[in-house]
């Protein structure tokens, strides 16, 4: 998902669309889906038994350095470590 695709499915200019973004929801797309990358990540990390591998790439993370840094920055912890951490959602 790009934001040069998005634009285009919608026949709007992709520097409207990212307007959009950062007005409504308080980042740019890019941010934006790399939140959704991480979230679906967490999730993964919480409640189920994939390898980290398995899981930055499932994600859509180009690379591990790529996530890790990501993973880290939003949560503080390493993906290794929010895993021992966090108790899977019932």
């Known amino acids: 998902m790009t934001l040069e ?9 992709k520097y409207y669309i990212s307007r959009i973004f950062t007005q409504r929801l308080h980042c740019n ?8 990358r991480l979230d679906y990540a967490a999730r993964q990390l919480r409640d189920t038994d994939l390898h980290i591998t398995d899981i930055w790439q ?4 180009e690379s591990q350095k790529t996530f890790n ?13 929010y895993r021992k951490v966090l108790p899977p959602i019932s």
């Open 5 to 13: 695709r998005i634009a285009r499915e919608l026949h709007f200019n």
């Open 29 to 36: 797309f890019h941010e934006y889906i790399n939140r959704l």
């Open 58 to 61: 499932e994600a859509g993370f």
């Open 69 to 81: 840094r990501t993973f880290l920055a939003c949560y503080r912890m390493t993906p290794s470590q």
